[in-house]
Antibody, heavy 119, light 108 residues
Framework: QVQLQESGPGLVKPSETLSLTCTVS????????WSWLRQPPGKGLEWIGY???????NYSPSLKSRATISLDTSKNQFSLKLSSVTAADTAVYYC?????????????WGQGTLVTVSS | DIQMTQSPSSLSASIGDRVTITCRAS??????LNWYQHKPGKAPKLLIY????LQSGVPSRFTGSGSGTDFTLTISSLHPEDFATYYYC?????????FGQGTKLEIK
């Protein structure tokens, strides 16, 4: 059974860089695509971007200039860095496996981790 | 970006009821549509992908239909565990992948 777990600081200061890691168990990260998503308090779900094991990435245009997703195959992990954060980046951040056949989807998801941007 | 609009935003129903949630895309997305269940504080769960394919392990009371711009998620007979949760649609026709605003299902 595939499981994903997000980890990282729960509080980040404005203008700094948010860094999160997703640890994958039960599956090799050297397959599938792997995504980051987020949900600000009281708002809807937003896809941030994905990475393929080859290193190919695709980002939402709204975050492309600030987001970087990377892989660490030796640790079976992938990571998100989001630079120059503001209060608008406060959200629950999720990682998810991203099967690409027929209809790209997110399954399974991690539990999510709340990141608050505040001084 | 493709806009996804769900209706209703919230829904009150009783155990055993049949309910339908609608999702409309701002352009033709063929069958590139997925449905999720999200209980607060838990990981979202994939229910349906490619508009009508039931994800493995998901009860058969969940069905999806539609193509083009109009889609529906139907729960044929509500169970207690189906309540106090949000349901979201998501298009995968192109990036950025986008979600509907969600439908909150509450017990009447």
């Amino acid at each position: 059974q595939v499981q994903l777990q997000e980890s990282g600081p729960g509080l980040v200061k404005p203008s700094e860089t948010l860094s999160l890691t997703c640890t994958v168990s039960g599956d090799s990260i050297s397959s599938f695509y792997w995504s980051w998503l987020r949900q600000p308090p009281g708002k809807g779900l937003e896809w941030i971007g994905y990475i393929y094991y080859s290193g190919y990435t695709n980002y939402s245009p709204s975050l492309k200039s600030r987001a970087t997703i990377s892989l660490d195959t030796s640790k079976n992990q992938f990571s998100l860095k989001l630079s120059s954060v503001t209060a608008a980046d406060t959200a629950v951040y999720y990682c998810a496996r991203t099967p690409y056949s027929r209809s790209t989807r997110f399954d399974p998801w991690g539990q999510g981790t709340l990141v608050t941007v505040s001084s | 970006d493709i806009q996804m609009t769900q209706s209703p935003s919230s829904l009150s129903a009783s155990i055993g009821d049949r309910v339908t949630i609608t999702c409309r895309a701002s352009q033709n997305i063929s069958s590139y549509l997925n449905w999720y269940q999200h209980k607060p504080g838990k990981a979202p769960k994939l229910l349906i992908y490619a508009a009508s394919t039931l994800q493995s392990g998901v009860p058969s009371r969940f069905t999806g239909s539609g193509s083009g711009t109009d889609f529906t998620l139907t729960i044929s007979s509500l169970h207690p565990e189906d309540f106090a949760t949000y349901y979201y649609c998501q298009q995968s026709y192109n990036t950025p992948y986008t979600f509907g605003q969600g439908t909150k299902l509450e017990i009447k």
